[in-house]
């Protein structure tokens, strides 16, 4: 589509009708956006065969499968969590159930605007969450399980932070992507302060590449995020403010890209 | 800083309404990579008397909101830590310290960033209704200031054009998150993600209403009519 044309589309909208699920699907429509249909594994972008072409208008469809891709194994990890027992202490087990609840509605709403929009929803994989036996106690031992969760939920932060640059043109759905995002980050928190209880010298949020993942499968979770300059502005001491390198890299969630977040989700999938 | 030029919506409130469509999709432009609009003279720079700080316009507008949550969350964590309350745990005095430095770093960013187009730095705050010897009060203008940055800084991801913009904002919004998650669940365990709507999501809030609840908080008026409008 040319851009002259997308502009007339444009004017076409209604600011209203954005606000509402219906009328992005909509918009979506009447901004050309059909995805051909194909078999789509999460992380994957390749849904035209002519990427260029198509490029101004296929990248929501593709934010989203991408944030599926990490919101599917969520809902998995603590669907079988919560399913085995005396895996999660009784004292933990609502938090989890709120998170779990969350992480479905997530999948909810992004299932219900790719169908909306005549778009393919990408399958459920099967998972194997001990890595190929990388981490065999991941479902039996908790604290085993909490450094997976976290790792998971740290990458979940890290995704939709990509998603939403990837739905930069679209502000409702950009905006939906950056509310899910700091949800996640909600529940990152809870998870990493629950392994903290557990005696674990970890806060709530990530320090450099997380020198407390155990095994290499759980620190690819953390590829880049020892990110210090921002704006292209160094954050160590900035100002002359007694501010660390932990702090620089606390202070800021790095957007995960696709490679990356392939190499972390690829060994959990059967 | 990144300059972006568009019309200021609110200065053009007799705009035709297809304009005002077509600003409200700006972000579509600006991702593809174009300039389309450069109209400099409906800028509205950011001032500050007396009396009142006037945020500004455009992006420039909203990241001075930012910069103005970031200076408030900071300097409460720094008269928190300056004037501990009394039976202040380690743990959590550890917390508020990790917390205060973030918000530094936050609020020295952005400083960096708008330069001569930021508002004053270390804007004088009204910490009257706050108690800092009592940890109840502390705790709850603590979750309070956190969920209203997290909401007012994903309020403001929607309206920013550029991308650099939007990305470092989303990236800072996700760890007041994570401070959020932390205070709350201090408070009462397992409120962590309270505020999360039937979709899973938090409830961002528009810069209009965020400005109305936060700046009781600041000795000046604060203003941001200029600021683009959800």
């Known amino acids: 589509m040319k851009l002259t044309d997308i ?149 979940g932060v890290r995704m939709y932070l990509t998603a939403v640059k990837m739905l930069l043109s679209n502000k409702a759905f ?31 949020w990530v320090v450099g590449t997380e020198a407390n993942s155990i095994v290499g499968e759980i620190k690819k979770a953390y590829q880049n995020e020892d990110n210090t300059t921002q704006l292209k502005i160094n954050t160590v001491g900035i100002n002359g403010f007694a501010v660390s390198f932990s702090a620089a890299t606390g202070a800021f969630d790095e957007p995960m890209a696709d490679t990356d977040a392939k190499i972390f989700m690829t060994p959990f999938i059967d | 800083m990144k300059e972006v030029t568009t019309q200021d919506q609110t200065t053009h409130e007799s705009a035709s309404l297809s304009r005002r469509k077509f600003l409200n999709y700006a972000g579509v432009i600006a991702g593809a990579g174009l300039l389309i609009a450069s109209c400099k003279k409906d800028d509205v720079q950011p001032t500050a008397d007396d009396d009142t700080i006037n945020l500004g316009s455009n992006d420039t507008g909203l990241l001075n909101y930012a910069y103005l949550l970031q200076q408030l969350e900071a300097a409460f964590y720094i008269q928190v830590l300056k004037t501990p309350y009394s039976g202040m745990t380690k743990t959590e005095e550890g917390i508020f310290t990790q917390i205060r430095d973030h918000e530094i770093i936050h609020r020295e960013l952005l400083k960096n960033y708008l330069g001569t187009d930021g508002i004053p730095p270390a804007l004088e705050n009204d910490w009257s209704s706050i108690d800092f010897s009592l940890k ?55 409120t962590f993600a309270e505020k999360a709507d039937d979709n899973g999501m938090e409830v961002s809030q528009d810069p209009q209403s965020s400005i109305d609840i936060t700046k009781k908080f600041f000795k000046k008026n604060i203003t941001g009519i200029y600021l683009p409008k959800y």
């Open chain 1, 7 to 155: 502009l007339k589309e444009i004017e076409s909208i209604q600011p209203e009708t954005f606000e509402n699920a219906t009328g992005r699907r909509n918009i979506l429509k009447s901004l050309g956006m059909k995805v051909a249909a194909v078999a789509v594994p999460f992380g994957a972008v390749s849904l035209f065969s002519n990427k260029a072409a198509a490029k101004t208008t296929d990248i929501l469809a593709e934010a989203i499968v991408f944030a599926l891709g990490i919101s599917y194994m969520q809902s998995a990890l603590y669907t079988k969590a919560l399913a085995t027992t005396g895996l999660i202490p009784a004292t933990d087990v609502d938090g989890f159930k709120e998170i779990l609840k969350d992480k479905n509605q997530h999948i909810a709403f992004w299932v219900y605007q790719l169908t909306a929009t005549g778009n393919t929803v990408p399958g459920v994989p099967t998972y194997d969450f001990t890595a190929k036996n990388a981490l065999p106690k991941a479902m039996t031992d908790y604290g085993t399980f909490l450094t997976l969760a976290h790792a998971i939920e740290d990458t």
């Open chain 1, 174 to 204: 950009r905006t939906d992507a950056v509310n899910m995002a700091t949800t996640n980050a909600r529940h990152a928190a809870h998870v990493r302060m629950l392994r903290r209880n557990l005696g674990v010298d970890m806060m709530a």
């Open chain 2, 136 to 190: 109840s009060s502390v705790m709850a203008k603590a979750k309070f200031f956190e969920e209203v940055s997290v909401a007012g800084l994903n309020g403001i991801c929607r309206l920013v054009i550029a991308e650099e913009h939007l990305v470092t904002l989303a990236k800072m919004s996700v760890v007041d998150a994570r401070h959020s998650a932390v205070i709350n669940d201090m408070i009462t365990p397992g």
